[in-house]
């Protein structure tokens, strides 16, 4: 009987010392748009006790970034009649709260919904967005004829000088976004001038989701904030003849992303160590690339305290690097398995375009331009239906390796 072997399972889950955890995407493994997919309840009623809570430590890790966390947790709690807290999410911004040294500099943000808000709940002090820049200097946006001011603008206070630029996630209007972000950097900051042909440097840049493309309820993917990143990487270096560079690159597959989602999955038994990491996604660009080079990160750091080496992550494709305090490293995990389901972005009856021995190519990689190409990376440990078909399979590798009692 089902129901007798799911409690056997738990009673040996409880009885060592040793634990799993779980991150799952959300888009396309979960849900497609605001549909729940059925296959997502089915399974978290087999990662449920009999007081409906998770038998595993489970952190949601999704590439959206338009909203608070507490209101993604609200979401998810109500669409999978599951209670999650704010605690076991992550947005493609979370990370940003430990990137401190930027949060005392003037900010512009660039997405859509309360960005504004989004950056002062992560730590951010000064923050201006496209639409203050804007109104600050109606001059600067005049691809729509009819957002074209018709009156001299009224003297308005002067805006601070911008520091640094954050893209939380794709814009409404690119128009706009595209012409006033490429303002801000040709000026080194400072919009309202005449573009500086001579810059030394340029503004860090700090990018959330990579995302080219994501599922929703549309038969085919839809664009993501990576196609508008690379739209403003293009217009870029079609105006400088040099390449965008990137402080930071978070949400998926970001190292920094992972290694916090890993400190949240400790967080929620402090008692146990966390041995195995299963990140269950949809696509191979984010979520199995991000999964596999975390194992790798996590297999270079094991070899780096076997040699009482201090071990540093850095953010995929970023200059940004953050080191792991040494307790953390005692108690990480030690490998994070890559499983893919086709309820999302991967398609296995229409896979990516590849050379002629399967192998994808640069010229259809769907990744970041500053991630490398690497075709372990984009391998799957395991390749499944659906999500109840990715819980099935690693309860079942964790039951077979959880002593009897």
């Known amino acids: 009987m089902w129901c007798r072997g799911f409690l056997q399972q738990t009673v ?64 998810l709690s109500r669409l999978l009649d599951v209670k999650i807290a704010p605690e076991q999410v992550v947005l493609s911004h979370s990370p940003l709260r430990m990137l401190k040294s930027f949060h005392d500099k003037c900010v512009l943000v660039s997405g859509q919904g309360p960005v504004t808000d989004i950056a002062h709940t992560l730590g951010f002090q000064k923050v201006v967005n496209i639409e203050q820049l804007r109104e600050h200097h109606p001059l600067l946006d005049m691809v729509d004829h009819n957002r074209r001011p018709k009156l001299p603008s009224s003297l308005l206070q002067t805006l601070p000088k911008i520091e640094a630029i954050i893209l939380f996630g794709e814009p409404i209007r690119w128009e706009t976004n595209l012409q006033l972000l490429i303002d801000v950097l040709l000026t080194n900051g400072s919009p309202g001038c005449e573009y500086d042909a001579q810059l030394s440097a340029q503004l860090p ?46 949400g998926k597959p970001s190292l920094l992303t992972y290694q916090y989602a890993e400190h949240l999955l400790r967080l929620q038994n402090p008692n146990r160590k966390l041995t195995t990491i299963y990140a269950v996604g949809d696509n191979l660009m984010t979520d199995i690339y991000g999964a596999n080079l975390y194992n790798r990160y996590l297999v270079q750091q094991h070899a780096a305290m076997t040699t009482s080496t201090k071990f540093v992550a850095q953010g995929t494709g970023s200059q940004v690097t953050m080191v792991v305090p040494e307790e953390e490293l005692v108690s990480a995990a030690a490998q994070c398995h890559s499983i893919l389901v086709c309820t999302g972005v991967y398609n296995p009856r229409s896979p990516l375009p590849s050379n002629q021995s399967g192998t994808i190519t640069e010229k259809v990689f769907h990744g970041h331009r500053d991630l490398v190409l690497e075709p372990d990376l984009v391998e799957p440990s395991h390749v499944v239906e659906d999500v109840e078909s990715a819980v099935d399979l690693l309860l079942q590798q964790e039951d077979s390796v959880t002593p009897d009692l």
């Open 205 to 250: 840049v700090l990018a959330c989701n990579m995302d080219l493309m994501w599922m929703a309820e549309a038969p085919s993917p839809r664009f993501g904030h990576g196609m508008f990143m690379l739209c403003l990487e293009s217009v870029y270096r079609k105006m400088t003849g040099r390449e965008l560079q990137y402080q930071a690159l978070l």
């Open 12 to 75: 040996r889950y409880m009885s060592t010392s040793r634990q799993a955890g779980i991150l799952f995407d959300v888009d396309g493994v979960l849900l497609r748009g605001g549909k729940v997919i059925p296959a997502a309840r089915r399974a978290f009623r087999k990662l449920l006790d009999r007081n409906n809570n998770f038998l595993l430590p489970v952190v949601f890790v999704t590439n959206a970034g338009s909203c608070q966390r507490h209101h993604k947790a609200q979401q």
